[in-house]
């Protein structure tokens, strides 16, 4: 071979096979020495001159197609590696490994729909094809088909049970399922094939701390920060649009991030902060562009969180929701920081530790306001032990009954509506975007979603699609303009608001911070999509805004 003008090559009249034949064997030469803009050059050549000859082979012409879409595919050319695989398989439709490289394909662009018809084109010409069955999991788990996956992973596990791989991805599987304590002896089995393996550790620790094992928990998670620091996951597409480092808390509060980070177009670097340890943050730094803080209960993480804002700082990066910022989201706080918005009313809130004197005398002489009071333990965001209690002496007997735990005061507000029902509302700030989330309708003060009766009221979800498609039809000028101020003084790039309607149409606040769940799972709600859709674009917005400034 001779190198072309084009950095390609020329064909030699003395090489062993034809002209076609030479430009495929140069192209993949060019390709193993990491020269891919030659390989592809070489390929098309290839292809030019089996046209133009139109005597090569069917396995010559369909070998030239499949390689050149491994090129295209491996430098991120979608649309490259697509029509030659297409091309390949259209001439040689028996190609095993082509339809599973196709598939392949549009797994990593997150097209897992696609990618689960076209592995399956592969298994039906070979059910045994290991990488189809293996990748096809992938996408299965990200098309959220977990009985499927969970039956190929079984599949698996007995033909290669050392695989270290299979356990974990089936452990991950058992989890999606709520098959909790069988999840937890899949990443073990994980570990005891690979001792490094700290996802699968971390695993173990999050499952422990969900069934109440904080001391199992602790352990897994210490063990699986000093084999590995980072948890690497990769973008769901390639090549990834850049990186981004995630700071979390082990044993705290965080955002959720199951459905803002599904099918991420960017490589995730996640960091388990400890109070104990220092980092280095020249090398967790390296190649990153974006900093996520996740740490987002000021209550459950207080001692993590000047850890965090030093760490954030130490980086110079672009960061979303500064721990400093997030540090003023307690309850108490939020009731100063929030005072004196116009159209707004915020409830007082005191902060009552845990063994101070909770008699009627003392709670009266606390007290900065005469009024029903809800109590709940601190750090805490559920509707247990959480109560409506109409006078001191109710007040006194609650707390007495509670002496260990801080508990928050919280001024109530009637928020009752004209129809004797509430109505509570949640809001998600995304950069300088508000938008709906969800609407909760019930004849109880303390609402959740799951606790009312909406999966069996018509007009409850009605009026609550009418809100997420339209929120100004409820909320005016005077309470967007409210909340608008809640967003300028919270400061965070991403968090989320509680809230209701007094009798007036001022904005009741019952909670602001970065810790509420936003999720994709809406069966029986599908109007919700939409809106959920709509906050999950404009966090990828926010995100590339701010790893691309300018």
């Not at 070998?63 to 297409?86: C, E, H, I, P, T």
């Not at 996740?294 to 929701?321: K, Y």
């Not at 540090?327 to 005191?350: G, M, S």
């Amino acid at each position: 071979m001779q190198t072309s003008v084009l950095g390609g090559v020329a064909p030699n009249p003395d090489a062993e096979g034809s002209i076609v034949q030479q430009y495929l064997r140069s192209g993949m030469q060019l390709f193993r020495d990491g020269k891919t803009a030659d390989a592809i050059a070489a390929f098309q050549q290839g292809i030019a001159e089996a046209e133009k000859a139109g005597t090569e082979s069917v396995e010559t012409m369909s070998d030239l197609y499949a390689k050149l879409g491994n090129v295209a595919a491996a430098s991120g050319n979608f649309r490259m590696a697509s029509v030659n695989y297409q091309a390949a398989l259209k001439i040689a439709p028996h190609l095993t490994n082509c339809w599973c490289s196709f598939a392949d394909l549009h797994l990593r662009h997150g097209q897992h729909q696609i990618a689960i018809q076209l592995y399956l084109q592969a298994l039906k010409l070979n059910p045994r094809h290991w990488a189809a069955r293996a990748n096809m999991v992938h996408a299965l788990l990200a098309a959220r088909q977990f009985l499927v996956a969970k039956a190929i992973l079984i599949e698996l596990k007995g033909e290669r049970p050392q695989d270290a791989s299979i356990h974990h991805l089936l452990g991950k599987t058992l989890f999606e399922l709520n098959e909790i304590e069988p999840a937890i002896a899949s990443f073990r089995e994980a570990v005891a094939l690979n001792p490094k393996d700290s996802e699968s550790i971390n695993w173990i620790g999050a499952l422990k701390q969900s069934l109440g094992d904080d001391a199992a928990a602790q352990a897994a998670y210490a063990e699986a920060a000093r084999i590995q620091p980072l948890i690497k996951r990769p973008a769901a597409k390639h090549p990834a649009e850049f990186r981004v480092l995630a700071l979390y808390a082990p044993f705290g509060g965080n955002t959720p991030t199951e459905y803002l980070f599904q099918d991420a177009f960017f490589d995730n670097d996640t960091l388990a902060l400890f109070p104990s340890r220092d980092y280095d943050t020249a090398e967790l730094g390296q190649k990153i562009q974006l900093v996520i803080n996740l740490v987002s209960d000021a209550d459950q993480t207080e001692e993590l969180l000047p850890l965090a804002a030093d760490l954030v700082d130490r980086f110079n990066l672009p960061i979303v929701n500064h721990p400093r910022k997030v540090q003023q989201t307690t309850r108490d706080a939020v009731a100063i920081l929030l005072r004196d918005i116009p159209n707004c009313r915020v409830p007082q809130a005191l902060r009552l530790k845990a063994g101070a004197d909770r008699s009627e005398s003392a709670l009266k002489a606390t007290l900065p306001f005469v009024s029903t009071v809800l109590a709940r333990p601190v750090g805490t965001h559920g509707g247990d032990d959480f109560e409506k209690l109409a006078d001191i002496p109710a007040l006194s007997a609650f707390l007495s009954d509670r002496p260990d735990h801080d508990h928050y005061l919280i001024e109530y507000i009637d928020y009752i509506s004209a129809d004797s029902h509430f109505r509570k509302y949640r809001f998600i700030f995304v950069g300088n975007e508000i938008l709906p989330y969800h609407l909760c309708i019930g004849r109880d003060w303390k609402l959740h979603h799951i606790n009312t009766d909406m999966a069996h009221q018509a007009w409850m979800q009605q009026e609550e699609a009418a809100f997420l498609n339209n929120p100004a039809g409820v909320f005016g000028l005077a309470q967007f303009k409210a909340l608008g101020d809640i967003r300028e003084r919270v400061g965070l790039d991403y968090f989320g608001i509680d809230c209701g309607l007094d009798a007036s149409g001022n904005v009741v606040v019952f909670e602001v911070n970065a810790s509420m769940l936003v999720h994709a799972r809406n069966e029986g709600f599908v109007y919700k999509d939409p809106a959920v859709r709509r906050i999950k674009l404009a966090y990828d917005a926010m995100l590339r805004k701010l790893a691309k400034p300018g």
